[in-house]
């Protein structure tokens, strides 16, 4: 059962356009999301993320929106460019006590901005 | 960089070998966490140690074991290998609450494992 789920699986954007990601999470337990970026060959690098006491986080052209009660989180990206083309991947986990707990991953974005 | 280190990058061996993959976590993390990636079943936890000790498994196959040594390096071990397991072999750390933002799964490089 795939505790995270997200959509689209592509998406294409063209530069200067917002691109944006959607993850739905059923377990209420989960008080940590992150969104991973991973380019080819690479191992995924985490990008933002956020606890369910913050509607909104923002950092550069990076914005997650994060809905508690209907259990959804969302990346956008603002002024996408052709340097953000990789596969996104949300995440959701649970902190207890001073460990962070396995990453449930959704099956992953992959973004092509066209230039 | 993340700052975590994985060995070998490549690995190329044959159906029923053994292989050793080695994580070699952040400076000051005591967490480190193990997941496969492949095409049809995206990324997968394996296993959760905390300085030292087992703290989770998830879907981790009977031929697959790891462990974590006294200077917190982690070995995953698979056996008797088939075709499925040709995967990415990603470890992650995360810090201890004193030693910075404890929040923060950061991966390494990866494991390509390839079985013919």
């Known amino acids: 059962q795939q505790q995270v789920k997200q959509s689209p699986q592509s998406l294409i954007v063209q530069k200067g356009g917002i691109s944006i990601i959607n993850c739905a999470y059923e377990?209420?337990?989960?008080?940590?999301f992150p969104w991973y970026q991973q380019f080819p060959g690479k191992g995924p690098a985490l990008l933002i993320a956020?606890?369910?006491?913050?509607s909104e986080k923002k950092e550069g052209r990076f914005t997650i929106s994060f809905n508690k009660s209907a259990k959804q989180f969302s990346l956008h990206i603002m002024d996408s460019q052709p340097g953000d083309s990789a596969t996104y991947f949300c995440?959701?986990?649970?902190?207890?006590?001073?460990?962070?707990?396995?990453?449930?991953f959704g099956r992953g974005t992959q973004l092509t901005v066209w230039p | 960089d993340s700052g975590v280190t994985q060995t070998p990058k490549h690995l190329i061996t044959a159906t029923g070998q053994r292989v050793t993959l080695r994580c070699s976590p952040r400076?000051?993390?005591?967490?480190v966490y193990w997941y496969q990636q492949s095409l049809d079943q995206g990324l997968q936890f394996l296993i959760h140690?905390?300085?030292?000790?087992?703290?989770a498994k998830g879907n981790i196959l009977e031929r697959f074991s790891a462990q974590q040594f006294p200077d917190l390096h982690s070995e995953l071990n698979l056996s008797s290998l088939e075709l499925g397991d040709s995967a990415l072999y990603f470890c992650?750390?995360?810090?201890?609450?004193?030693?910075?933002?404890?929040?923060?799964?950061?991966f390494g490089p990866g494991t390509r494992l390839l079985v013919l």
């Open positions: 992650a750390s995360s810090a201890y609450p004193s030693g910075g933002p404890k929040e923060t799964q950061y």
């Open positions: 377990n209420t337990a989960f008080d940590y």
């Open positions: 956020i606890r369910p006491d913050v």
């Open positions: 995440a959701a986990s649970s902190i207890r006590g001073s460990t962070l707990g396995r990453l449930y």
């Open positions: 400076s000051g993390d005591l967490s």
């Open positions: 140690y905390y300085n030292g000790e087992e703290r």
